[in-house]
Nanobody, 121 residues
Framework: QVQLVESGGGSVQAGGSLRLSCAAS????????MGWFRQVPGKEREGVAA???????IYANSVKGRFTISNDNAKNTLYLQMKSLTPEDTAMYYC???????????????WGQGTQVTVSS
């Protein structure tokens, strides 16, 4: 079993920055691949960024150049640094983990409870 707990969400004005954290515990084998997703009510969950144990990353086109995913294995924490935020980035953000490389597909086995990001214009 993998437990994932997100934090760092909040309200920010357009152009601002936030850093999300995801503390992971348990099931080391199921944390080889991790990702960040976001979801707006009434819409499908969208893959934002993903990273594997070797540090290979992938980003959605909508966040390339603005978001950075990183993984501190010593702290068992996944991060998502977000800058140049726009109102379109407003969503609930979730981290996810699996031993299968789902990349940006929302097929991961383990999910956190989410942290809300609200960007005002």
């Amino acid at each position: 079993q993998v437990q994932l707990v997100e934090s760092g969400g909040g309200s920010v004005q357009a152009g601002g920055s936030l850093r999300l954290s995801c503390a992971a515990s348990g099931g080391t084998g199921y944390r080889s691949y991790m990702g960040w997703f976001r979801q707006v009510p009434g819409k499908e969950r969208e893959g934002v960024a993903a990273i594997d144990n070797w540090g290979v990353t992938i980003y959605a086109n909508s966040v390339k150049g603005r978001f950075t995913i990183s993984n501190d294995n010593a702290k068992n924490t996944l991060y998502l640094q977000m800058k140049s935020l726009t109102p379109e980035d407003t969503a609930m953000y979730y981290c996810a983990a699996d031993r299968i490389n789902w990349q940006l597909l929302p097929e991961y086995t383990y999910w956190g409870q989410g942290t809300q990001v609200t960007v005002s214009s």
